[in-house]
């Protein structure tokens, strides 16, 4: 009997299957590591949206002088208008405003329709006139797509306004 040199049939199968495993595995895992990279960045994006909104409104309100508010609690208001004084002496005082947009769901700042934080469910501002406190409450939505944890975010912060305090109006 002579010996041939090579595989058998068999051998070659269960090497192939194995291969294959290891391939299906390698692949599951890749798919999985890239699905959470896109997760966490969207994740991060929408903190950072949500810091940089919460920042610029604080940074106004701190000037103000005077902030149309309907009520001392005020969830997802339309429109506020903070009145800031004037950059130089004699000038007009200056305007700012935000708000929240229901249908888009979106908080916008300075123009109606141009959202500078998206996937917002709650923006709420609750005024304490004895402290002359306005605490600004930022939450997103509990869903967004392609982010599977870490909702909802809610960000809050609280503003001494120095200058005046709300006004009632719209």
Avoid at 42 to 55: F, V
Avoid at 99 to 123: F, H, P, R
Wanted: charged share 15%; proline share 4%; net charge positive.
């Amino acid at each position: 009997m002579t010996k041939r040199a090579g595989f058998t049939l068999v051998e070659l199968l269960v090497a192939l299957a194995l291969a294959s495993l290891v391939i299906v595995v390698v692949g599951t895992m890749t798919f999985t590591l890239q699905r959470s990279t896109i997760s966490s960045r969207l994740l991060n994006q929408q903190q950072d949206a949500m810091a940089r909104t919460m920042h610029q409104l604080v940074a106004q309100l701190r000037e103000a002088e005077e902030i149309a508010l309907v009520d001392p609690i005020t969830i997802n208001p339309t429109t506020v208008s903070v009145t800031l004084p004037p950059l130089t002496l004699g000038a007009a005082k200056r305007t700012f405003s935000f708000g929240y947009q229901t249908s888009g769901q979106y908080v916008w700042l300075k123009d109606d329709g141009q959202a500078a934080c998206s996937y917002i469910e709650e923006l709420k501002l609750t005024y304490n006139a004895v402290s002359n406190l306005l605490t600004i409450h930022l939450q997103s939505k509990s869903t967004i797509l392609g982010i599977q944890r870490g909702l909802p975010v809610i960000m809050e912060t609280s503003v001494i306004l120095r200058n005046a305090g709300p006004t009632g109006g719209g």
